[in-house]
């Protein structure tokens, strides 16, 4: 797909550079933001036709249906633009309830806490928060 | 602030070549998500201490700390980051209800809408679908 013949709403985004655009995946019936890939051009517009998440793959340098591997499919409610035309927002439905890699519903699941201690000050260490809810050797076959 | 003196949990934040990293702003109590920025070290340290969103705007080149002028400013309830360590997410508290320069709750007020028509096929187009609460004329003066 080159620029002159891009329909005009695809026209709209601002790819950067690289021709990419982050996307963030949010659970449409909860709210919960699942994670951030990247799109291009081309997988913007096979997200848009058949109603599924599609990315670039950065690390593999291609197309990268998202569950093509895990069966972990997002259903694309709805997908939504931001003043500046740089980043893209999908509401999802997500199949298996597992976003992650990792296994977790969400790519989000570490946290900032941080603790004071009179002697020591203050200290903030990422911690894990979310269960694993499948193990990913199950879900990599 | 140089990579030899930053604490341990900033050293686990996967900035980017440019030193930076995006960070999404969604809104604790309703899920909403409000806007994404990007975030270098300094910024990101200064957040986490205050207690209120700082980003780096790359146009200006220089640290955002938000709501400086439109008096917007975000309570940071929570930080999380990703199982790439290269998006954060900062749960906030928006001051005032108006996350973008627009005078609109959130950035993301655009929607993609898909027509059929049987003649001329599928045509898509983004569409505004929220509304502006104050008149960005009058939020920065």
């Not at 655009?21 to 051009?41: F, K, Y």
């Not at 500046?84 to 927002?89: E, K, Y």
Request: proline share 4%; with cysteine.
């Amino acid at each position: 797909m080159t620029i002159s013949n891009l329909p005009e709403w695809l026209q709209d985004v601002h790819f950067d550079d690289q021709g990419l655009i982050p996307a963030i995946a949010q659970d449409a019936a909860t709210g919960n933001i699942l994670m951030v890939a990247w799109m291009n051009a081309e997988s913007l517009a096979e997200t848009a036709a058949t109603g599924r998440a599609v990315f670039w793959s950065r690390s593999r340098n291609r197309l990268w249906r998202k569950g093509e591997e895990s069966g972990h499919v997002q259903q694309v409610l709805e997908l939504r633009l931001d003043c500046d035309a740089d980043v893209l927002l999908l509401k999802v439905e997500q199949v298996g309830g597992i976003a992650c890699h990792t296994g977790r519903a969400s790519c989000f699941y570490r946290r900032l806490d941080t603790t004071s201690d009179p002697e020591s000050g203050t200290s903030s260490k990422w911690v894990t928060v979310d269960p694993i809810l499948k193990d990913p050797e199950l879900i990599y076959k």
